[in-house]
């Protein structure tokens, strides 16, 4: 049994199910989860990896420039 560090629900996860460095979602809050330690199982919230969207952004600012 686990914690969720955002909303401190327990949750049922089988040590032998998983390894050190999964991710998973809490059934409450639905915050994405990495597994960081098995004995004992901890769980701490997961990295975003969203990177591209703001590469995405920084293209649109680049149409905002006008020749003159």
Do not use: R
């Not at 686990?2 to 639905?30: N, R, W, Y």
């Not at 701490?44 to 293209?59: I, M, Q, R």
Request: hydrophobic share 25%; with cysteine.
């Amino acid at each position: 049994m686990a914690t969720c560090p955002e909303c401190d629900a327990e949750i049922e996860v089988d040590e032998f199910d998983v390894d050190k460095g999964d991710q998973l979602s809490c059934p409450d809050c639905g915050t994405n989860l990495e597994v960081t330690s098995l004995s004992p199982l901890e769980l701490d919230l997961a990295s975003d990896d969203e990177d591209d969207e703001d590469d995405d952004d920084d293209l649109d600012d680049d149409d905002d420039v006008e020749d003159e």
